[in-house]
């Protein structure tokens, strides 16, 4: 059940125009009638009342050719047959093979109505990599047990080993990944952490320290420490209920971090003690973990300093991610997070970003079969990150054998964000979502971009309950693992 401070309200979007996927063309044989602006149900005709005069159509709310069947038609019911639709050629230009353009408008229609999109035009599920979750189909019951939506939970655990530390519950089986002060303007942290809040879930503060703005929020707010230890004090350790301990990314494994000295502003120098215009580095790795008895150890540590609180422990995919999550597990932590070869980074190198770390597909099941054989697969909970673009692929990465997901990018694009790669570039971001320049970092407001986080998780949720009625379940746990579930489309019949 969703929790009750979730409410959905329409949040549209901040520019008049964004990429649309069809052109609808008026003509000048147009008498301004203004029938098209009454019959067409989702807006893309306007008339000022007052001027008599139809305004030029906000066509990316046109839902297309589908259209064409129906009785409200515009194209068909003009007079003076003064309109036409055509396909965008600017339209896939947009986004990329992993991040498709209909994956991008269907992010950005849930985040403005907080539902999944009713259109049939729009593929928002899979994406044209090629491969992983791309490939893989759920192969739903043809008679599923019936089951109720409303019965349906989506709440996970987060402590598994009942160690007598906080029992976390979260409502939805995700959650936002780390993006420090420095990477990301202080907007985008607050709204983050506020949605956090209202979905019962949690985000994380990124390696850039904590800001005090966040402090509201610190029930759902994890501490992250790493590498460079930027901003980490005791009592930002001792204010949260999960700190996490970042060895790695999945993008570029083993070369640490770099925030650019143009985004290095004096209030993100400051969190961060270190000289304003400076580049700052994370080394790789930790200078004080070399064995996992000194990863025991800087558990310990965290332990020692916040009595109560998770420990999760972030780490790339190499080959022997497995024995990485079971050390982990032995070394006391709650939660093993793995974050695959996808893992977005404006900052990573592509050599990187496509050669080092595996796949989250691979890795999610070579885990959970790992911790499973040796016996410690129910004492600790196994999140998934690197490449968890929608709702479809929550639920086939918790299928492999996840409990659950942290998610980046997603939460950036319903932030409106074009997916352009030029996060460290220059002042950074010009949408005001990855940049700390203060004039870019006002171009939305907090209230704004929670709502669009809360809707997009509401619509997240929906598809979760939706897959879970089809295959007859109750309760997400049950998906854990379900690999006999999914199909691949190259090898299926
Ligand atoms: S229905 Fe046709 S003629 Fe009337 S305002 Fe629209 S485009 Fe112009
Ligand atoms: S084709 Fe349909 S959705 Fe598109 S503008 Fe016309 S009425 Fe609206
Ligand atoms: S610069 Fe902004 S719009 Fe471009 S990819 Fe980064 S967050 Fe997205």
Redesign the pocket.
Known sequence: MKPSTVKINKMPSRFKHQVPKYKVT?SD?????????KTCPYGV?ERSEGHNK?KPPIDYKCIGFECQSKDFC?IT????K??SLSLNPMYNTLGDPRWTADMITGTWIMAETGYPPERTDLDYNVGNSGGGFDKLRFKFPAKPAKVDKAEISTAIPLNRRKDGRADVVISTPVYGGGMSFGSVSLSTMVSKAHNATIWNTFTCTGEGGFPDILKPYCDHVITQVATGLFGVREETIQRVKIVELKYAQGAKPGLGGHLLGEKNTEAVAKMREAVKGTSLFSPFPFHSVYSIEDHKKHIDWIKAVNPTALLSVKVSTPNDVDMVAVGSYYAGAHIIHIDGGYGGTGAAPDIAKKNIAMPIEYAITKVHNFLKAEGVRDAITLIASGGIRTAHDLAKAICLGANGAVIGTAELVALECVRCGNCESGRGCSRGIATTDSVLADLFDEKWATQRLTNMYNAWNVQLVDILQKFGMHDVSELVGRTDLLEHIDYSH
């Open positions: 008026r044989a147009c008498i301004n009638c203004g029938t098209c602006a005709h139809v515009c019911k003009c007079p003076r003064a309109l």
